[in-house]
C-alpha cells in the first residue's frame, strides 16, 4: 500500500524579505511580457517564434541598458525561470 504524505509550510518573511519578494516577482512579469511582445512580434514579421536561446542571450543584453539596470537586484535564476516559461 502506498501512502502520500504532504507538508504545508507557512513563511513570514519580514520587511526586507517581502520587498525583494516583490520585486522578484514584479521583474519575472516584465521579463515574460517583454519577451512575448518580441516573440509576437517576431511570429508576425518572419513566421516564426524566437527560442529560449536568443532570448536568454537579449535578457543579458537588456540587464546592461540604462533603463532597466533594476533586473539586476533580483535573481536571475528567477528571470531565466520567466524566458523557460515562455518558451
Known amino acids: 500500500?502506498?501512502?502520500h504524505?504532504?507538508?504545508k509550510f507557512r513563511i513570514y518573511p519580514n520587511q526586507e524579505q517581502q520587498i525583494?519578494?516583490?520585486k522578484t516577482i514584479g521583474c519575472?512579469?516584465?521579463v515574460f511580457n517583454h519577451f512575448l511582445s518580441e516573440?509576437?512580434?517576431n511570429y508576425k514579421e518572419t513566421g516564426k517564434g524566437l527560442n529560449y536561446n536568443a532570448?536568454?542571450?537579449e535578457?543579458?543584453?537588456l540587464k546592461k541598458e540604462e533603463e532597466t539596470l533594476w533586473l539586476k537586484e533580483v535573481d536571475s535564476t528567477a528571470l531565466?525561470?520567466?524566458l523557460r516559461n515562455l518558451s
Do not use: D, G, P, V
Request: one cysteine or more; a positive charge; hydrophobic letters at 50%.
Open 55 to 57: 532570448c536568454s542571450a
Open 80 to 82: 531565466q525561470s520567466s
Open 1 to 3: 500500500m502506498l501512502i
Open 39 to 41: 516573440w509576437n512580434k
Open 5 to 7: 504524505k504532504a507538508y
Open 20 to 22: 525583494l519578494i516583490a
Open 59 to 61: 535578457l543579458t543584453l
Open 28 to 30: 519575472s512579469r516584465f
